[in-house]
């Protein structure tokens, strides 16, 4: 059964650090891409970030770039998405997804904000970043 899995959110202080988690099983990890997706209340799911199977290609939202760095272990079959710097706005629910690579190399950027491309989504964890 192929499956995403994420961890590592919790409750931060603004300036503060965390690193999410993504675990993959089930599928054919080296050929998919993953991306992080985060849906603050009331709002509509945005992409965070993305890496492309290999790990040779990365995209990252405006809004984090700088402060956020994704990366991938294909022999854990892991995928990790390091956050710095964060801010109150930087709070929701994160989740990953997984799609076949391929789409890096046929449109590029848009893999980010293109939910479709994905077929497996985890079922989130909370990142709230508060005094």
């Known amino acids: 059964q192929a499956q995403v899995v994420e961890s590592g959110g919790g409750l931060v202080q603004p300036g503060g650090s965390l690193r999410l988690s993504c675990a993959a099983s089930g599928f054919d990890f080296d050929n998919y891409g993953i991306g992080w997706f985060r849906q603050a209340p009331g709002k509509k799911r945005e992409g965070v970030s993305c890496?492309?199977?290999?790990?040779?290609?990365?995209y990252y939202a405006d809004s984090v770039k700088g402060r956020f760095t994704i990366s991938r272990d294909n022999a854990k079959k892991m995928v990790y998405l390091q956050l710095n710097s964060l801010k109150p706005e930087d709070t929701g629910v994160y989740f990953c997804?997984?799609?076949?690579?391929?789409?890096?190399?046929?449109?590029?950027?848009?893999?980010?904000?293109?939910?479709?491309?994905?077929?497996?989504w985890g079922q989130g964890t909370q990142v709230t970043v508060s005094l």
């Open positions: 997804a997984a799609g076949p690579s391929s789409w890096y190399v046929l449109i590029g950027e848009r893999v980010l904000t293109t939910e479709t491309l994905y077929d497996y």
């Open positions: 890496i492309s199977g290999s790990g040779s290609t990365t």
